[in-house]
């Protein structure tokens, strides 16, 4: 006997009910339809120990986020990632010119907005942009 009350599809139409997640059996998502389930592992695309040993010395060297896209307006934010300018996906090299110090909000605004996470696409003054 079920515990919770059963709840329809989310499914848009589907007029089966679920009493466990929110889809039918017929309608569940696909597992590799995530990002994350697909992507290779980061060594596996390059970031090995030479790369950390390079990432680790550059946020040494620039431990402040270096709002590219003046979203800070003045204010000195931590770094959190150190980004490829141009990313390795569009030949961007491990070298230091090709680094920036980012903060969080930073790194999400360029990564929806470069297209480096799909095939194609991007802003492509951000995809040309250095630094």
Same mark, same amino acid.
């Given at each position: ?7 329809? %599809?989310a499914?848009?139409g589907?007029?089966?009910l679920? +009493? ?25 695309r390059? +970031?090995g120990?030479?790369?950390k040993?390079?990432? @680790?010395a +550059?946020?040494?060297a620039?431990?402040? %986020?270096? @709002?590219?896209y ?5 204010? #000195? ?5 150190? @980004?490829?300018i ?19 909000t %930073?790194?999400? +605004? #360029?990564t929806?907005? @470069?297209?480096s ?7 492509? #003054? ?6």
């Amino acid at each position: 006997m079920p515990n919770r009350a059963p709840r329809p %599809c989310a499914e848009r139409g589907c007029p089966n009910l679920v +009493y466990s997640g929110s889809r039918c059996d017929r309608h569940l998502l696909p597992k590799d339809r995530t990002r994350e389930t697909v992507r290779a592992s980061a060594s596996s695309r390059g +970031y090995g120990p030479d790369w950390k040993q390079k990432r @680790d010395a +550059y946020a040494r060297a620039h431990p402040w %986020c270096e @709002d590219p896209y003046g979203i800070h307006q003045g204010q #000195k934010i931590r770094m959190k990632i150190v @980004d490829h300018i141009i990313p390795r996906s569009q030949g961007g090299r491990d070298e230091e010119n090709n680094f920036q110090s980012l903060c969080d909000t %930073c790194h999400n +605004y #360029k990564t929806a907005h @470069d297209g480096s996470r799909q095939q194609g696409g991007g802003d492509p #003054k951000l995809q040309s942009w250095e630094g």
